[in-house]
């Protein structure tokens, strides 16, 4: 069958290969949005050089609607309505998009509020074009576009049961019965069994017999009183409780800036001046992309890995969703055989259903810690279950 | 309907040459031409005048010219009132009659983009016609391996007759532009890359310009200016697109195929009227077009096999826009481009202008072939 995919790519870009080599799926279409062009050749990159007997089912085309859509927003109105979108989208877009979704077996939009493919799924809801709908990321605030998606998709993938009450206590719909469980945010079976699973790495602790705890976050940030994330990003204090617990901690981060509403970066700031204090203890590590899976390796020689800074977001918008949410560095842990550990009281959902998988803490413990650790189990959740779902559902469902 | 009729008049004129025009029963479908004419003080023949002037002044014509479309029977036919099928039987037999009297007479025949060949029996009819003609005109290369393909004609060059004349040029250049594309004249539908907010459509502001076509030289003038003065600061002008994003098939094998005789004749979708042959897209040169390079507006066209628009684009007169291109977004170019652009159109007038059908008449008169 062809399988035609419209919208996020998001991190973690190899999840596709399972796609790929799913025996149900003779094609695979990536239709992506104009902002994930490296994302996009990340993927093509990885599939020619670890799977090459895969790359002929993968076909990418980008569509230019960020771009469209920034200019709409200019020229008409900050926040379009679908109506504007409809009546100015390019007819050679328009085209091209309607080509591709028609002629497809299964069309699969995703994933998040903060993509705009909400906004996409509904343009097609004015053509009557039927797709699936992957869902990862809300708030809980109304989204007239998320709500006429719920409404509209044939079926939904959502990460767990959970989601089901949330959009039932959000917009009183009860979607329980076109829903099916699954998280985008699981990583490939593949890519685990034929290339994680074989890099030969030694944990540090095996050599200073220290347990090393690692942080893989976009941002952190030192000023905790900002509104754009609610301090989600703020590490400082964790990291403070952790090595006070004795625990080594490297932070993997991309931009240590003040906060998301100033992003400015100072040379020297509070990441820089706890690790002067906390010399060999505290390591600001370089960024660390995964796309590539040989770069698990350096994720690998970790004990530990954060999954949450601990800090509540006020907002309840945030709070919510946070109570349902499974962040996606949870399953870069897991593929690297790094345990997962969280502050309890943010997770919610979570605490209660992957205690087997994740060690909660009310505070950092190393001795509790590193006895709990022989009892976590492996989670055994894969994009492979994702695919498989989705390509079974359509052969067996009417 | 004969295009910038006026400088070719000019042009005669500036050669020392006295332009005399033959009227034929499809008179009605030019109405405008001739009263452009006119008002220029052109003298026209009426049909039953023609053999009278021909064997009083034989001895002093020295071309005989036409210029214009054959529908090779194509429905289009209708709009146009047989108009092409009158004409070049005209020219074919005022030529034979004149190279009887007058060896020295040159016959020149123009052909524009409305040119079919899809009907065997025409094209016979047109062969005879034109066989003992001494020049064959045309606006494109394609056009001229399209007649070679289908009529066995090698013998032809790419001369532009039916564009404006140099002094009409009106390329300005500014520190800023309207960063807008202007629609002039019809639209064929098929997809384009064109956001409906990025277009300016000349009909909707209820403004009537006489620029390629008018009824009187004066109106035309200032129509001209006038243009200029309303539309000269916007950036872009809009071509036609046709079929280009629904062709499956690679441009180059719809060439192969079309010179095969095995593609469809009846592809460009979406006409008011009638449905125009494939072969038009990848062999006209689009009036407008003319037009927006006459005012400096780079046009915006599909980069296919049209070697029309592959010449300006390659010459940077024009924005290619490539099939993968979903969104041409006008906001995207800085004024310098859209000036430097100018300055190249400006650079390049021979491409869109009649100097080089000038430089061939000149060329004739001064020795006798442009060679």
């Known amino acids: 069958m062809k399988v035609t995919k419209i919208g996020y790519i998001g991190a973690s870009v190899h999840r596709y290969i399972d796609v790929l080599a799913e025996e149900n799926v003779d094609e695979f279409k990536l239709i992506f949005f104009d902002n994930e062009v490296k994302n996009a050749k990340m993927l093509q990159f990885v599939v020619d050089k670890y799977f090459p007997e895969l790359s002929s089912k993968l076909s990418m085309s980008e569509i230019p609607w960020i771009k469209f859509l920034n200019y709409v927003s200019s020229e008409v109105a900050k926040t379009p309505s679908i109506n504007d979108i409809i009546k100015f989208l390019p007819t050679a877009f328009l085209h091209f998009i ?9 069309l699969w939009i995703g994933d998040n509020d903060f993509d705009t493919s909400f906004l996409f799924a509904n343009l097609l809801n004015y053509f009557g074009i039927r797709y699936i709908f992957t869902l990862k990321e809300t708030r809980y605030k109304d989204y007239p576009f998320e709500l006429s998606v719920l409404k509209h998709a044939k079926r939904i993938y959502l990460p767990h049961e959970k989601y089901v009450d949330f959009f039932q206590e959000k917009y009183g719909i009860d979607v329980s019965s076109k829903t099916s469980f699954g998280d985008i945010d699981w990583r490939s079976k593949l890519v685990k069994d034929r290339i994680v699973s074989k890099l030969n790495v030694a ?49 993997h981060t991309k931009a240590i ?56 977001p006020f907002d309840e918008t945030i709070r919510k969703f946070e109570e349902i949410n499974v962040p996606n560095r949870f399953f870069e842990y897991w593929v690297a ?54 390509t079974e559902e359509y052969l067996y469902q009417i | 309907m004969f295009h910038y009729a006026d400088g070719l008049i000019k042009l005669l004129r500036k050669c020392g040459l006295t332009p005399v025009i033959v009227e034929t029963s499809a008179v009605g479908s030019f109405k405008q031409n001739y009263t452009l004419l006119s008002s220029m003080n052109v003298k026209i023949l009426s049909p039953s005048a023609v053999l009278d002037y021909i064997r009083k002044n034989f001895k ?30 005209a020219f074919y037999k005022i030529t034979e009659l004149l190279k009887k009297n007058n060896k020295d007479v040159i016959s020149i025949l123009a052909f524009d983009g409305d040119l079919f060949l899809n009907s065997k029996e025409w094209n016979r009819w047109l062969k005879k016609r034109i066989k003992n003609v001494d020049y064959i005109l045309v606006d494109t290369d394609n056009l001229g391996y399209y007649m070679q393909f289908y009529l066995g004609i090698d013998d032809y060059k790419v001369i532009r007759v039916e564009v404006p004349d140099i002094e009409d040029v009106y390329v300005r250049i500014f520190p800023k532009y309207e960063k807008k594309v202007l629609l002039l004249g019809r639209w064929f539908g098929g997809p384009s890359p064109l956001s409906d907010l990025s277009i300016v459509y000349l009909s909707k502001s209820g ?59 009846y592809q460009i979708p979406s006409l008011q009227l009638y449905y125009y042959p494939l072969i038009y897209g990848l062999t006209n040169m689009a009036g407008k077009i003319t037009t927006y390079l006459q005012y400096g507006l780079i046009p915006v066209i599909p980069y296919d096999q049209n070697d029309f628009h592959r010449e300006i684009i390659h010459k940077r007169m024009a924005i290619g826009i490539d099939k993968k291109l979903l969104f041409f977004n006008p906001l995207e170019y800085s004024d310098d481009f859209i000036s430097w652009y100018r300055i190249n159109i400006g650079m390049n007038l021979d491409t869109f202008t009649i100097a080089k059908f000038a430089e061939f008449i000149h060329n004739l008169l001064v020795k006798g072939d442009e060679e």
Not at chain 1, 280 to 308: A, C, Q, T, W
């Open chain 1, 337 to 390: 055989n790094v345990i997962p550990i969280c502050p309890k009281g943010v997770l919610d959902w979570m605490e209660k259903s992957m205690k087997n998988h994740v060690i909660f803490f009310e505070e950092p413990d190393i001795y509790e810690i590193e006895r709990k650790k022989s009892i976590t189990k492996p989670f055994d959740n894969y994009f492979h279950n994702l695919i498989r779902s989705i």
């Open chain 2, 207 to 265: 403004l009537k310009f006489q620029i390629g076509i008018g009824e009187s030289y004066h109106q035309v003038i200032i129509d001209r200016k006038r243009f200029s003065l309303e539309y000269g600061k916007v950036a872009f002008g809009l071509g036609y697109f046709y079929d280009f994003y629904l062709k499956e098939k690679k441009e180059e094998n719809v060439i192969k195929l079309i010179f095969e005789g095995n593609y469809s004749h």
């Open chain 2, 60 to 89: 002093d014509i020295l071309f005989v010219f036409r210029t214009g479309c054959f529908l090779g029977g194509h429905d289009i036919r209708y709009s146009s009132g047989g108009a092409d099928v009158d004409q070049i039987d």
């Open chain 1, 98 to 106: 309607l080509n591709h979704a028609i002629e497809t077996d299964i």
């Open chain 1, 203 to 251: 944990k540090l602790s095996q050599t200073d017999g220290k347990a090393h705890v690692v942080i893989l976050s976009g941002r952190a940030i030192w000023k905790k009183s900002e509104v754009r994330s609610e301090g989600r990003y703020y590490y400082l204090g964790i990291i403070k409780r952790l090595l006070e617990a004795g625990f080594v901690v490297h932070l």
């Open chain 1, 257 to 312: 800036i003040e906060s998301l509403d100033n992003p400015i970066v100072h040379k020297e700031n509070p990441y820089t001046e706890l690790q002067e204090k906390y010399k060999n203890k505290f390591f600001i590590e370089d960024p660390l992309d995964l796309n590539d899976p040989l770069n698990y390796s350096v994720l690998m020689r970790y004990d530990y890995g954060l999954v949450h800074s601990g800090e509540i």
